[in-house]
């Protein structure tokens, strides 16, 4: 990582910039609420600690958990030269985190450590990350695309599918070298980004974001920045139905649904629309959309019969 020590010189030469940093800085110092200076900050799997020194640096008081020697000599180093007491790294398995060990922490950055965790680890992890956090918690994590198996948690269903991480005949010091890789479980536990997003939920964050702004050059659609907010829960006040619909889980399979006003329909459905009586299309409408002629009916009763029916064909 090319963290400036002041003058002309990096820690890595040729310096090289790091698109995920400002993007990181900028959402934490927009959403949480607070001067960064004011802030408590926790980096988990820091690395050499590139992000929590950024922070260090903007006043936070900051926590990095990292468990390899070589990446803390490195992290320790640079804290060290930039002179920064604020900042303090731990060497410890970031699946020992819990409040009674760290405390708790206004901003939670988890970037590239969640495609290294096996299951069932990986899901109890989140619900630890919620459990330390009063506001922020920054994912940036790659996610599968394929729900080839479903690991059941707490009596709820997440899918994803394994990817590997080290060969099974891999000693310790093997593992320990591969600075990319896992510590020790020989594979890891992908969740999809629908699953992912329905473990936020049900740990308890209130609203997850999607950052695209500002722009990381470089993102691929398969490693979003989710940023997870733990609120209060509002309810809805003008509209009792409103306020108890279930809006249900995030379903695996996502058909991007659009609106009909952005549908080039041909000329058969523009004259049958044009000619034919408001009853007959209403009666007509649900045998069209059922084969899939026409859109999904936006209303909460015509989303839980999109679901239902999409649940049935999968």
Known sequence: MSIHLGGDKYTREPARADGRLPRLVQLAADLVGKPLSECRVLDLACLEGHYALEFGLHGAEVVGIEIRDANLVKAEFARQALGLENVRFVQDDVRNLSEEKYGRFDIVLCYGILYHLDA??????????HDVCDRLAVFESFVSIKDEVSVDFRGKQYAGRYYVEHDEDADAK???SDLFASIDNVRSFWLTLPSLLNLLTDAGFSTVYDALVPHYPGQMGDRPTLVAVKGRAEKVLSSPVTADFDLGRQPEIQRIEIHP???EYGWMHR???RILPQSVKDAIK???RAVGLLHADPTPEGIIEHRDHQSRKS
């Open 286 to 288: 649900p045998a069209l």
């Open 174 to 176: 093997t593992k320990a």
């Open 120 to 129: 069932p680890y990986v899901l109890e992890f989140i619900h630890n990350i």
């Open 261 to 263: 006003t952005n549908v």
């Open 271 to 273: 004259t049958a629309k």
